[in-house]
C-alpha cells in the first residue's frame, strides 16, 4: 500500500517560474527520496533526506522534511523545460523493508 | 557500466500465454526488485530479492513468479498471462534496501 501521497497530481508552470511539490506520509521512517521519470523511461534517483535532517540542497533542488507533519516538499527552482517529467517520493520505513512509492505528482515546465 | 538492463522492451502476449521478463544488474548490488507502473496507480512492488537465491512477496504478487539463481539477474514470469497483467514492468536494484535504487528503462506488456 502507499505510505507516500504527493500534491498536487499535477503541475503546470512557466519556464523560470519554481515548482514546489509535497508529499505526506503515515508513519514514522528512517529516510525519504525523491526521484523523477521522464517520460517512458525508469525512474531515477534525485535525493535523499534522513529522519534527522530537515533540509538538504542539490543543484536547484530544494527538499525539507518536517517529522512532525510526517511530510516532505520538493522545491524546484527557474524551472526550465526539461523538468518537465512526473516525481515521486518514496519512504523508508525501517530499513528491512523495501521502499514505498507514492503516485506522483506530474509537472510540465512550459517553455 | 551498463546500470540496469532489461529485457525484452516491448511484448505482446495472448490471454493464457507464458513468459519471462529478464533483468541484469553489473553494480553487484544485493537487493533487486520488480514492479509494475499503471496510470494513476504509482509504482506497486510485485517481489524483491535481499540476495541470490532468495525472493520476497511484494504487494501484488499474484499472477507473478520470481527467480535470482545469479545475483545479477533477477527473473519475473508471468506462468498464464491475463489482461489486468497490461502494465509497464520495471526492475530495480540497491546496494542497501534503505538507499537509492537504480532502475532500468521499463518492458511494456500487453496482454490481450
Known amino acids: 500500500s502507499q505510505q507516500g501521497e504527493e500534491d498536487p497530481q499535477a503541475l503546470s508552470i512557466q519556464e523560470g517560474e519554481n515548482a514546489t511539490m509535497n508529499c505526506s506520509y503515515k508513519?514514522?521512517?528512517?529516510?525519504l527520496q525523491w526521484y523523477r521519470q521522464n517520460s517512458g523511461r525508469g525512474l531515477v534517483h534525485l535525493i535523499l533526506?534522513?529522519?534527522?535532517?530537515r533540509e538538504k540542497h542539490s543543484g536547484r533542488l530544494r527538499v525539507t522534511l518536517d517529522t512532525s507533519k510526517k511530510s516532505s516538499s520538493l522545491l524546484i527552482t527557474a524551472s526550465r523545460a526539461a523538468d518537465t517529467a512526473s516525481y515521486f517520493c518514496?519512504?523508508?520505513?525501517?530499513?528491512?523493508?523495501?521502499?514505498?512509492f507514492g503516485k506522483g505528482t506530474r509537472l510540465s515546465v512550459i517553455a | 557500466n551498463a546500470g540496469v538492463t532489461q529485457t525484452p522492451k516491448f511484448r505482446v502476449l495472448k490471454t493464457g500465454q507464458s513468459m519471462t521478463l529478464l533483468c541484469a544488474q553489473d553494480?553487484?548490488?544485493?537487493?533487486m526488485y520488480w514492479y509494475r507502473q499503471d496510470p494513476g496507480m504509482g509504482l506497486r512492488l510485485i517481489h524483491y530479492?535481499?540476495?541470490?537465491?532468495?525472493?520476497a512477496k511484494g504487494e501484488v504478487p499474484d499472477g507473478y513468479n520470481v527467480s535470482r539463481l545469479k545475483k545479477q539477474n533477477f527473473l519475473l514470469g508471468l506462468e498464464s498471462a491475463a489482461p489486468s497483467q497490461t502494465s509497464v514492468y520495471f526492475c530495480a536494484s540497491s546496494y542497501v534496501q534503505a538507499n537509492e535504487q537504480f532502475f532500468g528503462p521499463g518492458t511494456r506488456l500487453t496482454v490481450l
Open positions: 553494480m553487484n548490488h544485493e537487493y
Open positions: 508513519t514514522s521512517i528512517n529516510n
Open positions: 530479492s535481499v540476495g541470490e537465491g532468495t525472493t
Open positions: 533526506i534522513r529522519s534527522n535532517e
Open positions: 518514496a519512504t523508508d520505513n525501517s530499513g528491512n523493508t523495501p521502499l514505498v
